[in-house]
């Protein structure tokens, strides 16, 4: 089952890229799927399921899919993500928006979790320093970090102060997902190291990388 999942996984990276910075982590015996640290699947014995919200469920449940059930101690658990079949695996484009909306609103829900006092230093890698720059750039609390996602809080964050490293964007992107910097997820790892490396190269020449909007983050 290991490697169908595995397989399973790739698919949903390549499928769901333009939504964000796909990455893994262990979740319900399986993997959860994140987009820029917001997670909005959870893929198990070779199969995926996308989070659901009180306003996505019914939207779910009227296209027949039906909810994921963990087993915890062999006790049955049912859980508000739903399978996606191989009829919705075809219909891409479908795919693709059900996963946005369910990141979007996975990220409101974040917001009221949080509210404007989420702050920043509560998070691996974010000192008082760093929350500080971070609010000279406009990114004021838990929900816009994670809205903007790590490159292109980076990005921000060199408009303030220009002699910022890769150890910035790596704390950055270990903060939306979790993990100290020095413990990034090596996929994550190289995937930041590789944007840094280009954007210097960019930068360097004179360029200016653009800034997009929304959950998408830089490519």
């Given at each position: 089952m290991k490697g169908i999942s595995t397989e399973r996984v790739k698919q949903a990276k390549a499928c769901f890229c333009a939504l964000g910075s796909i990455t893994t982590r262990s979740q319900f015996?399986?993997?959860?799927?994140?987009?820029?640290?917001?997670?909005?699947?959870?893929?198990?014995?070779?199969?995926?399921?996308?989070?659901?919200?009180?306003?996505?469920?019914?939207?779910?449940?009227?296209?027949?899919?039906?909810?994921?059930?963990?087993?915890?101690?062999?006790?049955?658990?049912?859980l508000r993500y739903y399978w996606v079949d191989e009829y919705l695996w075809r219909e891409r484009d479908e795919l693709i928006g059900l996963a946005r909306q369910a990141i979007l609103e996975a990220c409101q829900e974040l917001q009221v979790k949080t509210g404007t006092h989420g702050r920043l230093k509560t998070l691996p890698n974010i000192d008082i320093n760093m929350e500080r720059l971070l609010w000279r750039a406009g990114i004021r609390n838990v929900y816009d970090l994670r809205l903007n996602g790590a490159k292109r809080s980076y990005l921000r964050l060199l408009q303030q102060q220009r002699n910022l490293g890769l150890r910035v964007l790596l704390s950055l992107g270990g903060a939306i997902a979790g993990y100290h910097y020095a413990a990034l997820p090596l996929a994550l790892r190289s995937e930041l190291t590789q944007w840094f490396e280009h954007t210097m190269t960019l930068l360097s020449h004179g360029h200016t990388p653009a800034i997009r909007g929304g959950m998408k983050d830089l490519a």
């Amino acid at each position: 089952m290991k490697g169908i999942s595995t397989e399973r996984v790739k698919q949903a990276k390549a499928c769901f890229c333009a939504l964000g910075s796909i990455t893994t982590r262990s979740q319900f015996g399986g993997y959860g799927v994140l987009a820029d640290g917001v997670m909005f699947g959870v893929i198990a014995e070779g199969e995926l399921y996308l989070r659901a919200t009180d306003s996505l469920e019914p939207a779910f449940r009227a296209r027949g899919m039906v909810n994921m059930v963990y087993s915890k101690r062999g006790v049955p658990i049912t859980l508000r993500y739903y399978w996606v079949d191989e009829y919705l695996w075809r219909e891409r484009d479908e795919l693709i928006g059900l996963a946005r909306q369910a990141i979007l609103e996975a990220c409101q829900e974040l917001q009221v979790k949080t509210g404007t006092h989420g702050r920043l230093k509560t998070l691996p890698n974010i000192d008082i320093n760093m929350e500080r720059l971070l609010w000279r750039a406009g990114i004021r609390n838990v929900y816009d970090l994670r809205l903007n996602g790590a490159k292109r809080s980076y990005l921000r964050l060199l408009q303030q102060q220009r002699n910022l490293g890769l150890r910035v964007l790596l704390s950055l992107g270990g903060a939306i997902a979790g993990y100290h910097y020095a413990a990034l997820p090596l996929a994550l790892r190289s995937e930041l190291t590789q944007w840094f490396e280009h954007t210097m190269t960019l930068l360097s020449h004179g360029h200016t990388p653009a800034i997009r909007g929304g959950m998408k983050d830089l490519a």
